[in-house]
């Protein structure tokens, strides 16, 4: 089982607008619209931030969203804070076996 | 409040066994599946397999390929706990271990244990 491709890094300003990429199969993120989206700083646990391709978790700032066409998916942040610079993960339900699959991870950087 | 709390940082030699564990409390233990992650030193997540800690039969278990039949996936009801276990170490499973439940949400990793170091090393 491959794991999500996503980009390596992402950068932007405060303030700014980015979108990290999520691709797949359609055994995985094109089949469900069971995508997540976790944010990991570096020494801590990950962290949900979008479940089920477009909804956030209470507590989650509105400035996080997620999208979905095809097989591949998308986790928007707007108004770049620095406390957004970090590792960020999808991961997606897959038919194979009944699991799920990580994407590669993304950083972020705010200049 | 709903926590895992898992077992302190491991230091194993190659061939060794180990077993490590995530105790959940604040919640229904039974209810509610709980997966295993594995991070590399410097590298990404990996979804390892989850259990339904309330099924007691063959099915409760689903293992990624990349991790079915080097690792074993349980739990004990009544300590409220998951393990992750190992047969025979080998010095690629060294990482860090996380361990977390779809408690709010049934296909998201809604709340994460604080991570176990597994060091194998001759």
Request: proline share 4%; hydrophobic share 25%; aromatic share 12%.
């Amino acid at each position: 089982q491959s794991a999500l491709t996503q980009p390596a890094s992402v950068s932007g300003s405060p303030g700014q607008s980015i979108t990290i990429s999520c691709t797949g199969t359609s055994s995985d993120v094109g089949g469900y619209n069971f995508v997540s989206w976790y944010r990991q700083h570096p020494g801590k646990a990950p962290k949900l931030m979008i479940y089920d391709v477009t909804n956030r978790p209470s507590g989650v700032s509105n400035r996080f969203s997620g999208s979905k066409s095809g097989n591949t998916a998308s986790l928007t942040i707007s108004g770049l804070q620095t406390e957004d610079e970090a590792d960020y993960y999808c991961t997606s339900y897959s038919s194979s076996s009944s699991h799920y699959v990580f994407g590669t991870g993304t950083k972020v950087t705010v200049l | 409040e709903v926590q895992l709390v898992q077992s302190g940082a491991e230091v194993k030699k190659p061939g060794e066994s180990l077993r490590i564990s995530c105790k959940g409390s604040g919640y229904s233990f039974t209810s509610y599946w709980i997966s295993w992650v594995r991070q590399m030193p410097g590298k990404g997540l990996e979804w390892m397999g989850r259990i339904d800690p309330g099924d007691p039969g063959d099915s409760s278990t689903n293992y990624s390929p990349s991790f079915q039949g080097h690792v074993t996936i349980s739990a004990d009801k009544s300590r409220t706990t998951a393990y992750l276990q190992w047969n025979s170490l080998k010095a690629s499973d060294t990482a860090l271990y996380y361990c977390a439940t779809h408690y709010y949400y049934y296909y998201a990793m809604d709340v994460w244990g604080q991570g176990t170091t597994v060091t194998v090393s001759s």
